[in-house]
């Protein structure tokens, strides 16, 4: 049996880190590895506002312009679990680098793109790539670090992904309007290679390899099963407002749903036989890690799809150019990285109420400004938004670090990094399965309303209503939860 081989192999993952990490400089292997975060969820949203441009050079269609970002976000999402547990066979150091230099050559690739043709197909490598890197940071993390000081690095992951969601449009915005040496939106890929570079240099000295428990061979089918279900969700769900909700986008869901129920009889099947499925079902014994996992889906529901009716509003609704949108998004960074660095103080003693604060903060701020965007209208300045931008800010900042400690909390040791990939999803296809029920939602309202700019306004106030019950439901969750403190 192949689970009777990898206790040893754990246990001498164990002590090879234990030992390696007392010599390495554990602020440098955090740094390293929140830099691969960084830019892979910086790549998520800073497209969004190089679309115009990338559109207009290349002469792109609609559907091309929409593919460079929706190939990313599928790509990525659909591929971490299998990233997670490819981390735990082969070594999360090994993937995290393997991952680091795909992501690397496929950012360079984006930034020479000749045609929309290849600008998708790199898109979508990068998307796996970054898929290989994410999932093995919280299990570095995990390993790396213990009792308090894990706690903290937890938190910093969780301030680094709001802060590259919070500013990737002002970072966008900003870096095409300098128009570095005339290449316009190609410097929002160029970046990446440097900090690439960089961060593989340091990639060995910092960061000690760990492995964890489970078979010694990858679960092929559960890969494919996972990543086809998942992959169909989500391309799905993002295409099919676009298309008007052709017959096509219900039967991709219709299929995902039944590739979802094949997945979970293959890995309740693999598990019995004791042959290492691709997520092991007993992760989902602990009551702290599934009904977690469930409020991260919904929190990330309402966080990702603000994102994108914020940035329509802004510049469609408001006439706000993409640098001058990417500003208004620094009062929710404000707040975002004020309520980081106060949820790290807590970090060792984060419990579920606690937690259940942040996403309440979050629906009152979206409240607050789907009042404050009523009243405005299109005569009122925008910058009477940036209060309430500052609390909806403080909601995000008071929830990601510590929702994604509190969940990690319950997780298997062993099964750190398929624990970290199954959460990676719950984030990334949050966020990204948020923009299609948003679009439902904003673009129906903003035909009714006329679609021309003075509608928008009223489109954007409808839409935060969803938005405002996912927070409070996102609390409810983390309430359901135990009430339990952080796992030292």
């Not at 707040?335 to 996403?359: D, E, H, L």
């Amino acid at each position: 049996m192949t689970q009777e081989l990898t206790p040893d192999i754990a246990v001498e993952g164990r002590e090879r880190t234990a030992s390696d990490s007392a010599a390495a400089p554990s602020s440098g292997a955090l740094v390293v590895v929140l830099v691969g975060t960084f830019i892979t969820v910086l790549d998520f949203f800073i497209a969004n506002v190089a679309v115009p441009a990338i559109k207009a050079d290349l002469h792109a269609t609609a559907a091309q312009a929409q593919m460079i970002v929706v190939g990313y976000g599928v790509a990525f999402t659909s591929g971490l679990i299998t990233g997670g547990r490819l981390g735990d066979l082969y070594g999360r150091r090994r993937l995290f680098a393997l991952g680091m230099t795909l992501f690397m050559v496929a950012s360079a690739a984006c930034s020479f793109a000749p045609n929309v043709t290849v600008l998708v197909v790199a898109r979508i490598l990068q998307g796996g790539s970054a898929a290989l890197m994410v999932p093995q940071v919280l299990g570095i993390i995990g390993t790396v670090y213990t009792g308090a000081a894990r706690d903290r690095a937890f938190n910093v992951y969780g301030l680094v992904i709001g802060l590259a969601g919070v500013f990737g449009q002002f970072i966008g915005g900003a870096l095409i309007s300098v128009d570095i040496a005339g290449l316009s939106w190609r410097t929002i890929f160029l970046i990446n290679v440097p900090l690439c570079l960089i961060s593989l240099a340091l990639t060995r000295r910092t960061i000690p390899e760990s492995k964890g428990q489970g078979g010694t061979r990858l679960d092929l089918v559960g890969a494919l099963l996972i990543t086809v279900s998942l992959g169909l969700v989500v391309f799905a769900l993002l295409e099919g407002q676009e298309r008007h909700w052709p017959v096509w986008v219900w039967e991709s869901l219709a299929a995902a749903a039944v590739l979802l129920a094949v997945t979970v009889w293959h890995l309740r099947r693999r598990s019995a036989a004791g042959r290492g499925p691709l997520i092991e079902p007993g992760m989902f014994r602990s009551r702290l890690f599934s009904v977690g996992l469930v409020a991260t889906v919904v929190y990330f529901l309402a966080m990702g799809s603000f994102f994108f009716t914020l940035a329509l509003y802004l510049q469609l609704g408001r006439g706000l150019s993409p640098l001058e949108s990417g500003l208004m998004f620094l009062a929710l960074g404000a707040g975002y990285f004020g309520a980081s660095i106060v949820s790290a103080r807590f970090a060792a003693t984060v419990n579920a109420r606690r937690v259940a604060a942040g996403p309440l903060v979050l629906a009152i701020g979206y409240t607050a400004i789907a009042l404050t965007a009523k009243d405005l209208r299109l005569d009122g300045s925008v910058l009477w938004l940036l209060p309430m931008l500052l609390v909806a800010g403080l909601g995000m900042g008071l929830t990601t670090g510590p929702l994604t400690n509190l969940v990690l909390g319950g997780a298997v040791p062993e099964h750190a990094a398929a624990a970290s990939g199954l959460l990676n999803t719950a984030q990334e296809g949050g966020a990204a399965v948020g923009v299609a029920i948003a679009g439902t939602v904003f673009f129906p309202a903003l035909a009714h309303a006329g679609g021309k700019a003075d509608a928008y306004p009223h489109a954007f106030t409808v839409t935060l209503i969803p938005l405002v019950c996912l927070g409070v439901l996102a609390s409810l969750l983390v309430l359901a939860a135990p009430g339990r403190a952080a796992r030292r």
